[in-house]
């Protein structure tokens, strides 16, 4: 059986497990090795029966002198057996499990592990992890036993039994140099595979893990720089000219001065499309930081060098949102700006064959726009481009690497250019995107109020919404977001947003007008109810996180978050730069039942900090990546063993990788691993 061959192909009772394996990145025999364990329960206390204590958790060791069923009075099953060792016996207990006794027969050396219990002041095991000894081996007692992550249907102990039985039969080649290992002082990755699932001590375990964290981040790292070097390696047929006059005359002509750090990322983005090699070049910046505008005027340089450009937004309200700003910003210049969303596109494709005059075509005429902006629509077959030199992505993490190639492949090597308004710390963002350029917008537009930012306490939830109430009075408008839609059974304290809703509008704020919204509503509902809100028909928006990307409403000056404990910092934040659209001051109130130190000087740190990848670099130091990137922090993938909070050892591997680029080919075992990161994360051009 080779390390490489598909699950579903080794065996009948493999391909039945096949699909929910697959769920846990389990698709080869290979990927067993590398489904790592996130904790171990400590068995290896062996204790002899006559020296247990009560409370200890301890292996025994011995042989079942009897095992039975008994049933009780509610036809449910009890097993009961007994194991002596050379110094007594002890009961054993386990519940509802009545196929144990076709399992574990009396004579069976046996490995019993868990908590000691007394029973009548005799020692017994209630319901313990239990094994036969098959050649003096122990797999899942009498040691410490590791812990997977699991599916359904797929348990540890059935997991811990296919990984034991592989590393029985294969050794595994190393793929690094020896000088890499010898340099960080790291273990064979034989011996990290085997002490990561196996480890005789948690000191062999945490040597395994150094092994197996420095190999993950340098693969990440390595197969970005190769992603790089592809990238340089295609030269664009027709190089760019630069017309600063008519850029500075756009410039001028904005209603506000760019902030410096705009600047910065205009002249980047200019050194590359004047290049002879294709821009692939990632803008962060916090919400309201002024992206937009920077990809206005790229999209001007491309209009002025006679390219047309593509750009991809996630959702239809945010396309809209970037369609009346460019519209706006360059329609006078001459450059004709469409809009291609799933309610438009079959209507605009009849119009602009209207307007062509080419009624047999079922394809639009590529000389109807300079601009097309978009959501998945853009990949729509229908829409062609005759000269595509620039795509702009937003919020890129949201397309797929197939989408982002689909688009791609409409022109001839167009320059690139990714917007994200997740905050990343830049660390992290140099790891995960090292195939990218970096600019960031660290400054917001001047004219901008800061977001006044409270932690409030349970105590002065009255007062504050007899605050919220004087405001709206006033002409300003709310938002109000809770973490979920439904309320939950087993989370009963979590403001539900449709109870939260009715609630307020009954007992709170029964004389004015509040609306709802939530990701369940069809996007043609979300549309009229932000339209409604827009057009300020009303005074409170009671929300899930849906708001978080892509709404910007100028009058909307408060940002109420319930169970703001529930959210990473670098949410929190995106969700406070909903408010602050304006030159009026905002505000961003945190209500929270935590009564932990620790959250709640994790929360006041937004009253003080108002820089995204800041809050997210601290709340990966405060809570791990693990608590912070999940569904709200798109983009970031899961580390199966490192993390990014050691920056140290991202520096190290980063450097490494630098060094063997130029004699990767030497290392074919290496490279063909980097090569299947590269395979699941871009799709070839």
Request: net charge positive; glycine share 4%; aromatic share 8%.
């Amino acid at each position: 059986m080779d390390l490489q061959t598909p699950v579903s192909q080794v065996s009948r009772s493999y391909k039945m497990y096949a699909q929910r394996l697959e769920k846990l990145g389990i698709t080869k025999i290979q990927d067993f090795l590398f489904h790592i364990p996130f904790r171990y329960e400590d068995y290896s206390l062996i204790s002899k029966i006559n020296q247990i204590q009560a409370g200890e958790i301890v292996t025994i060791q011995g042989t079942i002198k009897d095992i039975k069923n008994q049933y009780t009075r509610r036809f449910k099953t009890l097993q009961k057996a007994v194991i002596s060792d050379d110094t007594g016996e002890i009961e054993i207990l386990w519940f509802n499990q009545p196929f144990l006794t076709r399992v574990l027969k009396i004579g069976d050396s046996v490995s019993v592990s868990g908590k000691v219990d007394l029973d009548r002041n005799k020692p017994v095991m209630i319901t313990p992890n239990y094994e036969v000894i098959f050649n003096n081996q122990t797999v899942h007692t009498g040691r410490l036993v590791p812990v997977y992550p699991e599916t359904r249907g797929i348990s540890s102990k059935w997991l811990r039994r296919q990984v034991f039985n592989i590393l029985e039969e294969k050794n595994i080649n190393d793929y690094l140099p020896e000088k890499i290992l010898k340099e960080n002082d790291l273990i064979n990755l034989n011996d990290a595979i085997c002490e990561i699932h196996f480890p005789k001590n948690l000191e062999q375990a945490l040597k395994a893990k150094e092994r197996l964290s420095f190999d993950e981040l340098f693969e990440i790292q390595l197969a970005a720089l190769i992603r790089k070097k592809s990238w340089q390696e295609k030269e664009i047929k027709k190089e760019w000219k630069i017309d600063n006059i008519k850029i500075d005359k756009l410039i001028k002509s904005l209603p506000f001065k760019l902030t410096n750090a705009q600047k910065n990322a205009i002249n980047d983005i200019i050194k590359d499309l004047s290049s002879k090699k294709a821009m692939n070049r990632l803008l962060e910046g916090d919400v309201g930081s002024g992206k937009t505008i920077v990809a206005a005027i790229s999209i001007y340089i491309s209009f002025l060098n006679g390219f047309q450009s593509a750009f991809m937004a996630p959702t239809e309200i945010l396309a809209k949102q970037h369609y009346d700003t460019i519209s706006t910003l360059l329609s006078s210049l001459g450059v004709k700006v469409e809009l291609f969303t799933s309610g438009t596109k079959i209507q605009k494709i009849k119009d602009l064959r209207l307007k062509n005059k080419d009624h047999k075509s079922s394809i639009i005429n590529h000389q109807s726009f300079d601009v097309a902006i978009g959501t998945h629509s853009l990949i729509y077959k229908k829409v062609s481009f005759k000269s595509l030199g620039l795509i702009v992505i937003d919020e890129q993490q949201r397309f797929g690497v197939e989408q982002r190639s689909i688009i791609r492949q409409k022109g001839d090597n167009p320059h690139l250019l990714t917007m994200t308004a997740t905050p990343i710390p830049r660390t992290v963002a140099l790891t995960m995107y090292g195939d990218l350029d970096l600019s960031i917008l660290d400054e917001m537009p001047k004219g901008r109020v800061k977001i006044k930012t409270w932690l409030v306490p349970p105590v002065k939830r009255d007062g504050a919404y007899l605050w919220i109430n004087k405001q709206v009075k006033n002409g300003d408008q709310v938002f109000i977001v809770c973490p979920f839609i439904e309320e939950s059974e087993s989370m009963v304290t979590v403001k539900a947003a449709t109870k939260e809703f009715e609630r307020l509008k009954k007992e709170v704020f029964p004389h004015l007008k509040l609306g709802l919204l939530h990701g369940k509503l069809k996007a043609k509902e979300k549309d009229e109810i932000l339209k409604s809100f827009k057009d300020k028909n009303i005074d409170i928006l009671v929300s899930t996180p849906v708001v978080e990307v892509g709404i910007d409403i100028p009058n909307a000056t408060i940002m109420l978050i319930e169970e703001a404990d529930r959210f990473g910092l670098a949410q929190l934040h995106q969700l406070r730069g909903r408010v602050g659209r304006s030159d009026k001051q905002s505000y961003c109130l945190l209500f929270t039942q935590s009564t932990n130190p620790q959250t709640l000087e994790r929360l006041k740190s937004l009253e003080t900090i108002f820089s995204g990848a800041l809050l997210a670099e601290l709340d990966l130091r405060l809570r791990g990546p693990g608590q912070i990137y999940g569904t709200a922090q798109h983009g970031i993938p899961n580390l199966k063993i490192a993390s990014f909070s050691d920056f140290n050892l991202i520096e190290k591997t980063k450097k490494e990788a630098i060094e063997i680029l130029p004699e990767i080919n030497k290392y074919p075992l290496l490279l063909e691993r980097v090569n299947e990161i590269n395979l699941k994360q871009v799709s070839p051009d």
